[in-house]
């Protein structure tokens, strides 16, 4: 359990750890103290509500280890001892990575986390979408038999359509290395990629047009950044089939809400499955959450309790190395000059 405590070394630690939490979740961290642990170092768990909290509260933290919290430029000028940040999960948008470099200070993301689970729930999202399941659910349970069945029509099928992946990381070849048990054919837009690794997956490189144009279902997977931040607004939905349903497990902003919301009410799109918001939690007066044509998930698409038990253990393993005087495994600002000097096993 995350308690607040005053983050000073004990006599004998090796060093401190700090968890800064921002969203009162308390979560769970035996995996990290039993990692930090064995270099007899410190773990401690902190509560913020701003930039002031956590310089205040992390003020003599080694390392920082943290999910949602915003590692801003004047947090990290404010945070003189902290050679390293771990961020939990892929993603690290709530960073300042070139404050980061600029100060010294290592970022270090989880990149192997959550493959598989992202992956088969961007295809229950599809399945839920394509099939209306959860639309039929409510109606069945509110003895509305015969509309059900009147709502049937429009449905497409699944097989023989064509899947487009808008990233083509991790996650994005993973769920195109699924797609064909559901006999789905897949188009992939992803200017980074590998091609080979892309062609590995089955999955077809075209233009961000083509794919907008050809796609029956469009899964978002790239991760946030400024180049991909509002990647589909009004002009993308304008490209895309009205039969389509837009399935995102990746990050809000990767989409233009507003621009979303008008496209499915004006019936541009068929619908969509949504696991994350622009803004988070989701205002309750959101339009989304009246439209029958749109399933909503409270951003959980990389939960299992198997894959976050392993995601603790290798933050831990991560903050750990770094206390040690190791360079950690996995580096998002390779250029970084570290405020100590750190060796490779």
Request: charged content about 25%.
């Amino acid at each position: 359990m995350t308690v607040n405590k005053k983050t000073s070394p004990t006599k004998g630690s090796r060093g401190i750890v700090v968890r800064v939490d921002t969203d009162g979740s308390r979560a769970p961290m035996a995996e990290e103290k039993e990692e930090i642990a064995k270099i007899n170092a410190e773990l401690i768990g902190v509560d913020c509500v701003s930039e002031d909290d956590i310089i205040a509260k992390a003020q003599n933290a080694d390392v920082i280890i943290t999910g949602l919290g915003t590692m801003s430029q004047r947090v990290m000028e404010g945070l003189p001892r902290c050679k390293a940040i771990v961020r939990y999960g892929i993603g690290y948008d709530n960073i300042d990575v070139p404050a980061a470099t600029d100060n010294h200070i290592i970022v270090i993301n989880i990149p192997d986390f959550c493959f598989e689970e992202v992956a088969n729930h961007t295809l229950a999202l599809l399945l839920v979408c394509a099939k209306k399941i959860v639309w039929f659910n409510n109606l069945v349970k509110q003895g509305r038999w015969a509309e059900a069945h009147r709502s049937l029509v429009p449905m497409g099928q699944i097989h023989g359509q064509t899947l487009g992946i808008i990233g083509c990381g991790n996650i994005g070849r993973t769920i195109a290395r699924k797609a064909p048990f559901l006999k789905l054919k897949v188009l992939g837009y992803d200017p980074y990629v590998d091609k080979a690794l892309a062609a590995e997956s089955g999955i077809k490189l075209v233009s961000l047009p083509e794919l907008l144009k050809e796609s029956d279902y469009i899964s978002l997977n790239p991760i946030l950044n400024q180049e991909t931040r509002h990647l589909v607004g009004e002009k993308e939905f304008h490209q895309m089939k009205p039969s389509v349903y837009l399935i995102n497990t990746a990050r809000g902003p990767v989409v233009d809400e507003p621009a979303l919301i008008k496209a499915l009410q004006e019936k541009r799109i068929a619908g969509a499955g949504l696991d994350v918001f622009e803004k988070e939690p989701i205002d309750p007066q959101n339009p989304l959450l009246k439209m029958d044509n749109v399933v909503v998930m409270p951003h959980t698409a990389s939960y299992s309790d198997v894959a976050f038990a392993l995601l603790r253990r290798t933050v831990g393993q991560e903050a750990a190395r770094v206390v040690s005087g190791y360079w950690p495994k996995s580096v998002v600002n390779k250029g970084v000059q570290p405020k100590v000097k750190l060796s490779k096993e």
